[in-house]
T-cell receptor, first 111, second 116 residues
Framework: EDKVVQSPLSLVVHEGDTVTLNCSYE??????LLWYKQEKKAPTFLFML??SGIEKKSGRLSSILDKKELSSILNITATQTGDSAIYLC???????????WGAGTKLIIKP | NAGVTQTPKFQVLKTGQSMTLQCAQD?????MYWYRQDPGMGLRLIYY???????DKGEVPNGYNVSRLNKREFSLRLESAAPSQTSVYFC???????????????FGEGSRLTVL
């Protein structure tokens, strides 16, 4: 059975800290791994990763894929209260282009 | 630019009642999706429409039906609601099936459904 597991499930840190969120997967035919941010409502796209070892960056956020370890990390440096959200990881399958989603990591940034 | 619009945003039903969730996108996307999101679980695909005129079952289709009314609109119907269908429902769209080269699905703001 295809599955995506995120850890930790929740995390509370103080503003200015650096956080690392994890996503591991077991799927039959991997196409890509995606990170989304969900604040109060709709998930919004952060990164798409297809190749191992190539870091994607956007401001204070960065992500990298390790196909050997079947995992990805999302790093957020110098966290701000606006980073508080649920971070979702999903893996897209080649066979049917469907996305398998992890349960998410709830990140709370305290001032 | 509205993006993906879902209605209603909130709904309370009694067991056995029926209802339809409406979704419309204005990005000229070919593919549309209905997901449900439950606490402690990831988004789960209910149904999807790869292109106008086609619909297919996703991971959890039981108890639901869909209609791709035209390229813009994709509705989700609960014929006889059950408490297990209490959830937050998201409609999403993409240019083509899957995430293409960008990885981006565009989501509506969600519809919170409670079945008593």
């Amino acid at each position: 059975e295809d599955k995506v597991v995120q850890s930790p499930l929740s995390l509370v840190v103080h503003e200015g800290d650096t956080v690392t969120l994890n996503c591991s997967y077991e799927v039959t035919n991997f196409r890509s791994l995606l990170w989304y941010k969900q604040e109060k409502k709709a998930p919004t796209f952060l990164f798409m990763l297809t190749s191992s070892g190539i870091e994607k960056k956007s401001g204070r956020l960065s992500s990298i894929l390790d196909k050997k370890e079947l995992s990805s990390i999302l790093n957020i440096t110098a966290t701000q209260t606006g980073d508080s959200a649920i971070y979702l990881c999903a893996v897209e399958l080649y066979s049917n282009y469907q996305l398998i989603w992890g349960a998410g990591t709830k990140l709370i940034i305290k001032p | 630019n509205a993006g993906v619009t879902q209605t209603p945003k909130f709904q309370v039903l009694k067991t056995g009642q029926s209802m339809t969730l409406q979704c419309a996108q204005d990005m000229n996307h070919n593919s549309m999706y209905w997901y449900r999101q439950d606490p402690g679980m990831g988004l789960r695909l209910i149904y999807y429409s790869a292109s106008e005129g086609t619909t297919d079952k996703g991971e959890v289709p039981n108890g639901y039906n869909v209609s791709r009314l035209n390229k813009r609109e994709f509705s989700l119907r609960l014929e006889s609601a059950a408490p297990s269908q209490t959830s937050v429902y998201f409609c999403a769209s993409s240019e083509a099936l899957g995430t293409g080269n960008t990885g981006e699905l565009f989501f509506g703001e969600g519809s919170r459904l409670t079945v008593l």
